[in-house]
């Protein structure tokens, strides 16, 4: 067994530690293939099966308690700190909220299984008020979930291979091609991302447009497209704006008046979700549409007025 091989093996419960912990704070790894290579190793016994998914729970708990605590103490300004970190578009960051507003704990046990979703669900968990012993514990086991598949699917048909043939013929082409997958996984997401963005070349309305046009009695229609856990921890809204979730536009669509300029805004500070929803109504023939750069965060920061949103009033607004 070459010297290099015997020094990844001497320490391979680190590096998984360490490669598990650096994906669940964010850096964009592979670490899926990684426990299965984990498991493959195990499968013939130079690294122990408990060993391995042990490593890996607690390591992706530490990391998903980071995040945790982010979404709780923070709010939704965590949410606009993974907009800029993810290389995934804003939408899984919606995903990430529908997903949990529908399955609440569930969504625990299986996100990791989810590309663009495991990641978001501790800080939408934090946001949403939940426990941090029963985030733990749920978490925990779809830690364990995860772990215990992967790892299986590499131990057990490594159970029937020689040590030799896997460890000197394949450790080589493993690590290279786990390299490879590394760097064609940033790229990609790099690369979709800047197209994305490309593709939602808007002209944006800034906050200060905004204000000097509600200020000359203009009505532009103000859409605040948050999600709904956002308003648990900031129910305020810019003056005038309804609440339409971007799932409620094919049923609310007709609510938006054509005759009047349209502004959107959402969390994130790219406008993401305010730009896809902007390309989604002129589809339908609403084409006077304009996101508001920088969101709520930037009309906040300007201190300009806010409405405390009620039900109530939204209708009557609408209407």
């Known amino acids: ?18 490669a598990a912990l650096l994906e669940r704070l ?24 408990f060993g391995i998914v042990l490593v890996a729970v607690v390591a992706s708990e530490i990391g998903d308690l980071v995040w945790y605590e982010l979404g709780r103490t923070r709010g939704s300004s965590v949410l606009r700190l993974l907009c800029k970190i993810s290389l995934e578009p804003d939408s899984c960051v919606r995903r990430s909220e529908d997903s949990f507003a529908r399955h609440t704990s569930s969504s625990l046990l299986y996100s990791k299984f989810v590309p663009g979703v495991g990641r ?6 934090g946001m949403s008020g939940m426990s941090r012993r029963r985030f733990l514990i749920i978490n925990a086991l779809g830690s364990l ?21 896997l460890l000197e013929t394949a450790a080589g082409w493993l690590l290279l091609l786990l390299v ?7 790229v990609w997401k790099y690369v979709q991302r800047r197209k994305f963005i490309r593709s939602l070349r808007i002209s944006r309305m800034t906050v200060q447009e905004l204000k000097a046009a509600l200020d000359r009695g203009e009505r532009p ?41 349209v502004v959107l805004y959402c969390t994130c500070p790219s406008e993401a979700t305010s730009a896809k929803v902007a390309l989604d109504l002129k589809k339908i023939g609403i ?9 709520l965060k930037a009309w906040e920061d300007e201190g300009y007025p806010l409405d405390e949103f009620f039900h109530e009033e939204e209708a009557k607004a609408a209407s």
């Open 26 to 49: 964010g850096l964009p790894l592979l670490v899926t293939p990684v426990m299965i290579a984990a498991g493959a190793v195990a499968g013939i016994g130079d690294l122990s099966l």
């Open 221 to 261: 229609f103000v859409v605040d497209l948050r999600h709904k856990l956002e308003f648990l921890v900031n129910p305020r809204t810019v003056s005038t704006a309804i609440r339409i979730a971007p799932d409620e536009l094919p049923l609310r669509h007709a609510e938006i008046p054509r005759d009047r300029e």
């Open 180 to 186: 490879a997958a590394l760097a064609a996984n940033v």
């Open 120 to 125: 978001l669900v501790g800080p939408v968990a």
């Open 1 to 18: 067994m070459s010297p290099q091989v015997q020094d990844i093996l001497r320490h391979g419960y680190l590096w998984l530690f360490l």
């Open 145 to 165: 979930l995860w772990a215990v598949v992967f790892a299986l699917v590499g131990y057990i048909p490594a159970r029937k291979l020689p040590i030799d043939v």
């Open 287 to 295: 084409v006077r549409v304009r996101p508001l750069a920088g969101g």
